[in-house]
């Protein structure tokens, strides 16, 4: 019998990717669900502030991708609160009545983007959000620390990079933090097969990029993540070809202007 998975946001750019390259691998059922339904793709409608709607879409579920959110930095009580915050506890307290063994939640590198580029950060380095978004992410990576310790649901985070539509970096803070198509699937499909022994994991999702802000080596030995693509090549490509390529470096590895 297929493992069956609940796909949130999969109408989004990340959600819908990931959606499509797991169905392609033809190794899961999957339910994927949405703000913005679309039967042609066979997205079903979910709002993730409606707690009901969520018991019911994890019923019989064993993992969960969850990749609903908002990313309104200027309406923190109008649109990050209800959706990230409250959606997420929601969709954890469905997880844990439904017996959902594995909640996969898409973080941010936001969640600790006021560390200064040059320094080193690990998955276990402490919270240092740079935006309300990113705070909003760090409270649910908790959250999942709590429904791991408490109900035993394993919970990772994925603190996803740079994600563009077209599958290329586009700017020099791009570079460090870029992941592709086909990474972000396979790390998806990692994390989904990861052992089932591990109970709480916090990592950076990222291509194998030369200037990558964050080791990420010793996910191939974890989990099996070998990813494929460098935003390095692919920037030298771009400026072989006299593409423009923005000069967008920060202070801050969030991207954030210095104070």
């Known amino acids: 019998m297929k493992r069956k998975l609940l796909v949130t946001g999969a109408s989004g750019v990340i959600g819908a990717r990931v959606t499509a390259g797991l169905r392609e691998l033809g190794a899961y059922d999957i339910v994927a669900a949405d703000l913005h339904p679309d039967e042609s793709l066979g997205v079903v409608p979910l709002d993730v502030t409606d707690a ?7 019923a019989g579920i064993d993992t969960v991708l969850h990749f609903a959110w908002a990313k309104d930095q200027d309406d923190f009580l109008g649109k990050v609160l209800p959706i990230n915050v409250t959606g997420a506890y929601h969709l954890y307290e469905a997880a844990r009545l439904n017996g959902v063994k594995r909640v996969i939640f898409a973080s941010s590198n936001h969640a600790t983007g006021y560390y200064k580029v040059g320094e080193q950060v ?10 309300f978004y990113g705070l909003s992410k760090c409270y649910i990576e908790l959250l999942g620390r709590l429904y791991a310790d408490k109900y035993g649901i394993s919970s990772i985070n994925i603190r996803i990079g740079n994600f563009p539509k077209d599958d290329r970096p586009h700017s020099d803070r791009a570079a460090h933090i870029w992941i592709s ?3 972000m699937v396979q790390l998806a499909e990692r994390c989904i097969e990861a052992d089932p022994a591990i109970p709480f ?3 950076y999702g990222t291509s194998a990029n030369a200037d990558n802000y964050y080791d ?13 693509d ?12 006299h593409v423009s390529v923005k000069h967008d470096e920060t202070v801050y590895q969030g991207g954030v202007k210095e104070l």
Do not use: V
């Open 201 to 203: 994991l916090c990592l």
């Open 52 to 58: 009901q709607r969520l018991l019911a879409l994890t």
């Open 181 to 183: 198509e086909r990474d």
């Open 230 to 241: 460098d935003a390095a090549q692919l920037m030298e490509e771009a400026r072989r070809g």
């Open 122 to 131: 690990e998955a276990h380095s402490p919270y240092r959000p740079d935006s």
């Open 216 to 228: 990420i080596g010793y996910l191939s030995t974890l989990i099996g993540y070998n990813p494929q």
